[in-house]
């Protein structure tokens, strides 16, 4: 029953925080409940010395959301199949090039310049951690946001060749991201890890190629499914089957859930509701029933996030070093896209706006938070987890709100 009651808790929470955002500050939802928790945690620990039994219920209610388990092991798939079922594999493939490099040799270029510069400049500000440590940090908060992403660059106005770049690329990258988060999370712990070229490929072969094939796999036979029977209700109930039954499947044979769920999200909503398959009726219910989990999960995993600010300890110790990452991340951003860019003859031209806003719209959000939280206590897991909390509020709130603004800035037919 804690479950139960923590559950309704949030969506409760949720509820109101989503009302108070659509009633008063209008901002895009997921923002929004953000920004509310935020400035409710904030006014929570101001108050810590007048209300301390409201102040420890809460944070014991968000101490029990294991967000690494909730997210990478449960949201992550539904989101991801929620936002993969409405993605066109014709746009992919006339951006299948720019999406295969930002989200393999982009991912590994930006976890070392992170890396090496968090290692260099974090003395600065009086903390001190070793390098392996600091390529951890580069691994986890590398990956733009698939949830961030997909939740607000739908709203915010960007040419659609752009959209399609930064949500692909952030489909996709999670597989990279995870098994070099892996290999040198293992190497911090000192573990026996085999690093030579074939071991590190088998290794993603398994993770990523494995999880690629487990969702065509499972796409395919759950588009057969809803293609030899009718109701509407049924087929939702095969592409719940398709993620909760994927997500198990990956779990026990060592493969990507996420990239799992892409996969087989794109078989779906391609094949399995077209209008061969189902009626335009059966076909807008399946679309209604996940746009609505989408928005639901959204509210959710932003509200934890505005409340995990909560849980880290002496935050304000960290900021300088918070705003070293935020202008590293950033950084390591743009020569991650740039020198790709300039160096592979991509069919269409990237002109410089164009790169501004693949930079400005590579978003963090509650992938790398939950990778924060992995990692172990005596790696340095509070300095990690205090210093991804400010790039991602930096991301989502600034970036978030400010990639439409600079979109309407630039002229459309320069982008690309």
């Not at 494995?210 to 109930?237: A, E, P, Q």
């Not at 743009?334 to 806003?357: D, E, H």
Request: hydrophobic residues 55%; aromatic residues 10%; contains cysteine.
């Amino acid at each position: 029953m804690e479950l139960y009651y923590s559950f309704s808790a949030l969506i409760v929470l949720s509820a109101i925080f989503s009302y108070i955002n659509s009633r008063f500050l209008k901002l895009p939802p997921s923002i929004g409940v953000m920004v509310i928790a935020l400035l409710v945690s904030l006014g929570l620990i101001a108050t810590d010395t007048i209300f301390p039994k409201t102040f420890f219920r809460i944070t014991s209610l968000i101490a029990s959301v294991d967000l690494t388990e909730i997210l990478m092991g449960a949201m992550l798939n539904f989101l991801l199949f929620a936002g993969a079922i409405h993605i066109h594999l014709e746009d992919l493939r006339e951006q299948r090039l720019p999406i295969v490099i930002f989200s393999t040799v982009s991912v590994l270029m930006s976890t070392f310049v992170i890396g090496f510069l968090i290692y260099y400049l974090l003395p600065f500000t009086g903390i001190q951690i070793p390098m392996i440590q600091c390529l951890v940090f580069g691994a986890l908060i590398s990956p733009t946001d698939p949830i961030a992403v997909l939740g607000i660059l739908k709203q915010a106005g960007v040419p659609k060749s752009i959209e399609t770049k930064v949500a692909g690329e952030s489909l996709f990258n999670d597989g990279m991201a995870v098994v070099i988060f892996i290999l040198m999370l293992a190497l911090a712990r000192g573990e026996e890890v085999n690093t030579t070229f074939s071991g590190i490929t088998m290794l993603f072969v398994k993770e990523a190629l494995g999880g690629i094939t487990l969702g065509l796999l499972l796409g395919f036979v759950g588009s057969k499914m809803i293609y030899k029977v009718d109701g509407y209700n049924v087929h939702v109930l095969i592409t719940l089957a398709i993620v909760m039954g994927g997500h198990l499947a990956a779990q026990a044979l060592h493969m990507s859930g996420p990239l799992a769920m892409v996969a087989a999200g794109l078989v779906v909503g391609n094949y399995g509701k077209n209008p061969g398959a189902v009626s335009d009726m059966e076909r807008d219910y399946i679309d209604k029933f996940w746009e609505l989990v989408d928005e639901i999960l959204n509210a959710i995993l932003f509200l934890i996030i505005g409340f995990e600010l909560l849980l880290i300890p002496d935050l304000k110790q960290y900021i300088w070093a918070g705003m070293i990452a935020i202008v590293v991340v950033l950084l390591a951003r743009f020569i991650s896209i740039y020198i790709p860019v300039k160096l592979i003859p991509f069919r269409n031209r990237f002109g410089k706006k164009s790169i501004a806003i693949l930079v400005w719209g590579g978003l963090r959000g509650g992938v790398s938070i939950a990778l924060a939280l992995s990692i172990d206590p005596d790696l340095n897991k509070d300095i990690f987890l205090a210093i991804t909390y400010f790039v991602v509020l930096f991301s989502i709130i600034v970036q978030g709100l400010t990639v439409g603004k600079l979109t309407k800035r630039f002229e459309e037919e320069e982008l690309v």
